[in-house]
């Protein structure tokens, strides 16, 4: 298994679209985090003052593009042997289906507890860069950022799994990547808006709060900040987002990945 | 001794029956040609014994198992087919380099393989500014990795120019010299003519010839009367309508040339349609 984990990751390191996934979340984070920092204080602007722990918590926590990536990773993980028709070669090198299946998930899970990793790493740079060119000194404890950069790095790594599931069941790279899009910036947004007292058991908004982001400010629009609804404990919130990659990828083994060539 | 087994293989996508009670045996060391018109069913019949496509019933085996229990299946049997191909966005080496690792063949290895298919020059440069016959090139280096003994090509000269299909013949010979076994199909005749052992014949997914290319070429006497080459034997064979169906005794039947060959009545080699 491990050889095998190794082989997807190589493949996965030796294609450019995983560097252009990385340094889009990158700069995602960056443009996010400087946009937070930016209105930090301002009146209406949901982001509290950079002078506080909360406006702090808030700019070095951007890092909800990092989890959609991810997933977008698992997708074209799966779903891109479809598409450039290397599906064969991998299953005449490895015929055990679910083993490829889960190698892919764990490979694919490596590379997105990477773009968490990034994602953190540069909300945190540019939000307490921008406090202390404030003159504000840190008041978020070194202990929880990197509670919430390894929450992040967990989340993702998990989330490109949920990918590769969705990718194996789909096998079409566009529809796995317009529903990782769909769900997670307007589905979970609508669903989270209407009925707080369940959003916190989405999948996509319990990996934000692992992260350390505030219960609904990974929204997007209308439902962006919307208070009520107590996040879920860190670890019933990973075992509910691995649940659900569990669960995508065991149906994908069961049915989509049996098929034939 | 055979090493790849078709059993009564059977395929069936809904009601069209692509493959119908093949069975046939291909032995060690032997080169055989894997012949038929488009639609015949010998990518289908090859897509079964690489556990690509499931099959409706029956069995197709390498070395008497299933191609999914094989334990290194990149060192048992190396395959060329049209589906297996590699992401465009990778270098013909780095391609290599991944099922090298899988199939712990060593990175030197690579380069051999890869200069065996005279494609070293290219070997950083991505596969899709590859050409037709490049990435056919590269697949052949694939199936070669692992230095199989048995290997599967469907349709290896797809995209080769000339010289290409001449090099092509050449591999397939010094594939024969060293003693391993080759199944490949292709609608080249004349290659397969220059290359092969034995031909095994489908149309319309059944069998309908199996046998060494001298008998089924040999002049006069032949059950297919004045065949004179391959290309006369295969088109007799395959031509519309020459597939009977059953015959008499509920076996295959083929005519060709006038002449209705029942399973068990041909004097010559046709009649190890099942062995």
């Known amino acids: 298994m491990a050889l095998l984990t190794r082989f997807e990751l190589f493949k996965l390191r030796t294609v450019r679209v995983t560097y252009g996934l990385w340094a889009a979340v990158a700069a995602l984070g960056a443009l996010f985090t400087a946009i937070e920092a930016s209105r930090a204080g301002a009146t209406g602007s949901g982001v509290a003052a950079l002078s506080t722990a909360a406006g702090q918590s808030i700019v070095t926590t951007t890092t909800s593009w990092s989890l959609l990536f991810a997933a977008v990773l698992g997708v074209l993980v799966a779903s891109g042997e479809h598409r450039h028709s290397t599906t ?22 490596a590379g997105g507890a990477v773009f968490g990793l990034t994602a953190s790493a540069v909300a945190i740079a540019i939000g307490l860069g921008a406090a202390a060119g404030a003159a504000d000194p840190r008041l978020v404890p070194a202990s929880t950022l990197i509670g919430h950069a390894a929450g992040t790095c967990l ?15 789909l096998r079409s790279q566009v529809a796995g990547i317009v529903t990782v899009l769909m769900w997670g910036l307007a589905v979970e947004s609508v669903i989270g808006g209407l009925f707080t007292s369940v959003r916190a058991y989405l999948p996509y908004t319990a990996a934000t709060t692992m992260a350390g982001i505030k219960l609904g400010n990974a929204a997007f629009g209308p439902a962006h900040g919307v208070n009520g609804g107590s996040p879920l404990p860190f670890a019933a919130a990973a075992a509910l ?13 069961a049915t989509s990945v049996r098929r034939d060539i | 001794m055979a090493v790849i ?20 045996d291909v032995e060690a060391g032997q080169v055989v040609g894997f012949l038929g018109p488009n639609g015949a069913g010998k990518t289908t019949s090859l897509y079964m014994l690489l556990g690509l496509v499931s099959p409706t019933a029956g069995r197709a085996s390498v070395n008497g198992r299933l191609f999914k229990d094989l334990d290194e299946p990149l060192h048992a049997i190396g395959a060329l087919v049209e589906a297996a191909g590699a992401h465009p966005g990778r270098t013909a080496r780095n391609h290599l380099l991944s099922l090298a690792m899988l199939g712990r063949a060593g990175s030197s290895r690579v380069g051999q393989v890869l200069e065996l298919v005279d494609l070293g020059r290219a070997a950083d440069k991505r596969v899709g500014t590859f050409s037709l016959g490049m990435r056919q090139r590269l697949g052949l280096a694939t199936a070669l990795l692992c230095d199989p003994e048995i290997l599967v090509l469907d349709e290896p000269a797809n995209g080769l120019d000339p010289e290409g299909v001449h090099w092509l013949r050449q591999l397939l010979r010094q594939l024969a010299r060293e003693g391993r076994t080759v199944l490949v199909s292709s609608h080249l005749l004349g290659e397969v003519a220059q290359t092969v052992d034995r031909v095994v014949i489908m149309a319309q997914g059944r069998l309908v010839a199996n046998t060494t290319l001298d008998e089924l070429t040999r002049l006069g006497g032949g059950p297919l009367g004045d065949t004179r080459s391959l290309e006369d034997a295969f088109l007799a064979l395959t031509a519309p309508g020459a597939t009977a169906g059953t015959g008499s005794d509920g076996n295959p039947a083929t005519t060709g040339k006038g002449v209705l060959t029942p399973l068990g009545a041909v004097p010559w080699g046709v009649k190890k349609w099942r062995s």
């Open chain 2, 5 to 24: 087994e078709f059993a009564a293989l059977t395929k069936r996508f809904g009601e069209t029956v692509a493959v119908d009670d093949l069975s046939f």
């Open chain 1, 155 to 169: 989340g993702a790594g998990i989330f490109a799994a949920i990918g590769v599931g969705l990718g194996s069941l």
């Open chain 1, 241 to 253: 987002v691995a649940g659900v990659a569990a669960l995508l990828c065991a149906l994908a083994g």
């Open chain 1, 88 to 109: 064969a070669l991998t299953y005449l090198a490895e015929p055990r289906r679910e083993r490829v299946l889960a190698a892919k998930a764990l490979a694919a899970a």
